[in-house]
């Protein structure tokens, strides 16, 4: 196929292997390749924990061999307006957010994708693993899929993008496993093939995260209860800090008042009073206030437009790499829905996403209430 035949694809290169690779696959298809490197977060850019610089120096280092063009894009103000400050007013409001979902439908999806078209590409392409194709039954409906590499799917983070996004976005490393990639790249001579892999947050890093959101956030004290008689056990800095089903950093030892069988089980957070300012802790990872078998989601996000079936077996995750759990969904009205599970689901935290999967495919989701 000439180069002509294929166009031109924008890469979104972020300083990581499994970009790399994905610009370098396109490039030996045929496609012109474009690298694009995006900066969406400046407030601290100048301290130990922000890598954007190192990121930049590695996508140059790629772009370099494997001899393509490289823009920068700064959409740190939109990145604060679409996705920060909404991260903020959720964990205000009590719940967990899941700024990696709003960055891709907002920022890697959106912005990204009409500045690429800007630059006259035909096609984005990131090297998330999921998969994208066009479902056959001949009215041009594009499908989200789970990646080949079962421990590495990104779908979870994909869940809000429509077809408009859909049908722009090819996804190369769909059918890879990651030890491939790193091989790739090692072949490749690319100098990023044991680069680890970033972990946490999008804009946060490795930072430590209750330092980073009270800077944003006021401490608001207040006391740890025992959900089961209601007792005072301890106090918290406040409950945006805190999210259903966190055992690590309560400062609550077991105690065999409330531990089974004489053991000193391990307190687990199981509900937040937001009006009282008050966090309830449960002993016991099994304590049935962890256990739910329903949940309901809002701001629905369908992939081809449509609510799935009601009643029909589905699987969905509450959060990442977690099995689908078998359940049925029921409409509540255009942008809610219950979620039944066929068995109890563990620590389902609000602000979350519920991703609905049809065996490979991603139908969408919403976010816990």
């Avoid at 004290?221 to 025992?226: D, S």
């Avoid at 805190?242 to 950093?249: A, L």
């Amino acid at each position: 196929m000439s180069m002509t035949e294929h166009g031109t694809v924008v890469v979104g290169l972020s300083g990581g292997v499994d970009s790399a690779v994905a610009a370098l696959l396109l490039k030996a298809q045929g496609w012109k390749v474009i690298g694009l490197f995006m900066k969406n977060w400046e407030d601290d850019d100048d301290d130990e924990y922000c890598s954007s610089r190192e990121d930049l120096i590695d996508v140059m280092s790629v772009a370099d061999k494997i001899g393509i063009d490289v823009e920068v894009v700064n959409f740190a103000s939109e990145y604060k307006e679409r996705v920060f400050a909404q991260f903020l007013s959720e964990y205000q409001a009590g719940r967990t957010p899941n700024p990696d979902v709003l960055c891709n439908s907002e920022i890697k999806f959106r912005a990204f994708l009409e500045h690429a078209m800007q630059m006259g590409a035909d096609k984005i392409a990131t090297g998330h693993y999921a998969g994208v194709r066009e479902s056959n039954d001949g009215d041009r409906t594009f499908q989200l899929l789970k990646a080949e590499d079962g421990s590495k799917d990104q779908s979870y983070f994909l869940h809000r993008l429509n077809q408009q996004q859909l049908a722009k976005t090819l996804f190369p490393l769909a059918n890879l496993y990651k030890r491939d990639v790193r091989k790739m790249a090692e072949e490749a001579g690319l100098h990023v093939a044991a680069k680890k892999d970033s972990t946490g947050i999008c804009f946060i890093g490795e930072r430590p995260f209750k330092e980073f959101l009270l800077r944003y956030l006021p401490r608001a004290q207040g006391e740890i209860r025992c959900l089961d008689d209601d007792k005072v056990i301890g106090e918290h800095d406040g409950l945006a800090f805190h999210t259903i089903g966190q055992r690590k950093g309560l400062h609550v030892g077991g105690t065999k008042k409330y531990a089974r069988d004489g053991e000193h089980d391990a307190w687990f957070v199981a509900a937040k009073d937001m009006a009282a300012n008050v966090l309830y802790v449960v002993q016991g990872h099994d304590h049935p206030a962890l256990l739910v078998e329903e949940l309901r989601a809002e701001q629905l996000s369908w992939i081809s437009g449509k609510m799935p079936h009601t009643h029909w077996v589905y699987g969905t995750k509450t959060r990442y790499r977690q099995a689908d759990a078998a359940c049925e969904i029921e409409a509540v009205d255009a942008q809610s829905c219950l979620i039944r599970f066929a068995e109890p689901q563990w620590a389902v935290t609000p602000g979350q996403s519920a991703v609905v999967y049809e065996s490979r495919v991603c139908l969408g989701g919403g976010v816990i209430v």
